[in-house]
């Protein structure tokens, strides 16, 4: 069965120090994978996704598949960047069947 | 464009008593997916609809049902609540492409269901 362990529940950093959260996986196919987050009072919304290879609000992710890993990173964080975020995977070919970690709770304080 | 909407946002229940949360996709989608979120956890899938059939279901028991509307709309039916079914249930939609894949999942704010 597919899991996503993130094994951070809290992480705290400065603003403008360089931030990292993790996310490993377990799944023996090519899984798609996802971060998702959810600021203060908002839904929970897409932040990016492997296949896409792109940089949003200066985040990006790659996904290792030698170590079923795919951390999120940022190399100076912002206090807007105060969030939770969910790393998620999908297999079977399309996103229509999300699997969740628990989730890390981001804080950057000023 | 209002996005997904859920209704009720909140909502205290008895256990044994049966339940029925509602989604309104965001405009032009026409897959739905229900999950749901536990305290302290990440969402969990419960299934998705699309075509008003259930596509795909997740590790819950019968008493979770659901349904879609012609109008892409859907609602979440529990039965025989238990005090382990209290969480924030979210729907999420999207849109089913040629290529039997799903674009990008857009979610509601949920329903935050106690079960007393």
């Known amino acids: 069965a597919q899991r996503v362990t993130q094994p951070e529940k809290l992480l705290s950093v400065f603003k403008g120090a360089p931030v990292e959260l993790k996310c490993n996986y377990s799944?023996?196919?090519?899984?798609?994978l996802f971060w998702y987050v959810q600021y203060s009072r908002q839904r929970l919304q897409l932040l990016l996704r492997?296949?896409s290879r792109e940089s949003i609000k200066g985040f990006t992710a790659d996904l290792n598949k030698g170590e079923t890993s795919f951390h999120l990173k940022k190399p100076f964080a912002q206090e807007e960047d105060s969030a939770m975020y969910y790393c998620?995977?999908?297999?079977?070919?399309?996103?229509?069947?999300?699997?969740f970690g628990k989730g890390t709770l981001l804080t950057v304080n000023p | 464009d209002a996005g997904v909407t859920q209704s009720p946002t909140h909502l205290i229940k008895t256990r044994g008593q049966q339940v029925t949360l509602r989604c309104s996709p965001k405009?032009?989608?026409?897959?739905v997916s229900w999950y749901q979120q536990a305290l302290g956890q990440g969402p969990q899938f419960i299934f998705q609809?699309?075509?008003?059939?259930?596509?795909q279901r997740g590790n819950f028991p019968d008493r979770f049902s659901g349904h879609q509307f012609p109008n892409y709309s859907s609602e979440l039916n529990v039965n025989a609540l238990l005090l382990g079914d209290s969480a924030l249930y979210l729907c999420?939609?999207?849109?089913?492409?040629?290529?039997?894949?799903?674009?990008?999942?857009?979610f509601g704010q949920g329903t935050r269901l106690t079960v007393v």
């Open positions: 999420a939609s999207s849109v089913l492409t040629g290529l039997n894949r799903n674009t990008e999942a857009f």
């Open positions: 799944y023996s196919g090519s899984p798609e």
């Open positions: 492997h296949i």
């Open positions: 998620a995977l999908s297999y079977g070919g399309s996103n229509y069947k999300l699997t």
């Open positions: 405009s032009g989608h026409d897959t």
């Open positions: 609809y699309y075509e008003e059939e259930e596509r």
